[in-house]
């Protein structure tokens, strides 16, 4: 099993550029999250969701759009990058909404905004 | 606001000793919390995680202490090994709030010397 992957590992945009953050998950998860990262900073969230067709919003949800289209994919988008957008961004999965199943992190993706 | 406080940015040990890891909470509704460990380039793995319910959580090496009157919750490893040298972060969860939405910490590095 692969567990938690994320597309791509890097990446540099400008601002104003748009791009797709790719996270799937091979354990039949139906919870999926995108978090983010900053210097001297805990994990953040962005968007969850709590299955397939559905998403919903996280503590920092501005500037970004989330989809679910297949239970074990979970796409993260940026339409209008802005050097703030500057993270590592942190894809999780879990059985269940509640901390009593923990959640399953990928590898991460650094994105750089200039 | 943070509600998850994890005072000490960092910690250095001697391998063999005990190491312990604070964290501070501020909201009275947090009813699950969990330790997790970050390595470098790596995405956060699940340590060990402690109910409300409980004051006392061990596996291992790790144990977890809860004192909900003092809102504060301490990691404890013994004996420290040099593999142990990461960031852990202290989460918290209201699972009457937004499903799955952890709340992290700033993170405490550990380093474990030889």
């Known amino acids: 099993n692969a567990g938690v992957t994320q597309t791509p590992k890097f990446r540099v945009l400008k601002t104003g550029q748009s791009m797709t953050l790719l996270c799937a998950q091979d354990m039949n998860h139906e919870y999926m999250y995108w978090y983010r990262q900053d210097p001297g900073m805990g994990l953040r969230l962005i968007h969850y969701s709590v299955g397939e067709g559905t998403t919903a919003k996280g503590e920092v949800p501005d500037g970004y759009n989330v989809s679910r289209l297949k239970k074990q994919n979970f796409l993260l988008g940026l339409e209008s990058a802005a050097p703030s957008q500057t993270s590592v961004y942190f894809c999780a999965s879990s059985t269940s909404g509640t901390s009593s199943y923990e959640q399953y992190f990928g590898p991460g993706t650094r994105l750089t905004v200039t | 606001d943070q509600q998850v406080k994890q005072n000490s940015p960092s910690l250095s040990v001697q391998e063999g000793r005990i190491s312990i890891l604070n964290c501070d909470y501020t909201?009275?509704?947090?009813?699950?919390f969990l330790w997790y460990k970050k390595y470098p380039a790596e995405g956060p793995t699940f340590l060990i995680s402690i109910s409300s319910i409980k004051d006392k959580n061990e596996d291992g090496r790790f144990t977890v202490f809860l004192n909900k009157s003092a809102k504060h919750l301490s990691l404890h490893i013994v004996p420290s090994q040099p593999g142990d040298s990461a960031v852990y972060f202290c989460?918290?969860?209201?699972?009457?709030?937004?499903?799955?939405?952890?709340?992290f910490g700033k993170g405490t590095k550990l380093s474990v010397k030889p």
């Open positions: 989460a918290a969860e209201n699972y009457g709030g937004s499903q799955g939405n952890l709340i």
């Open positions: 909201n009275s509704m947090f009813d699950y």
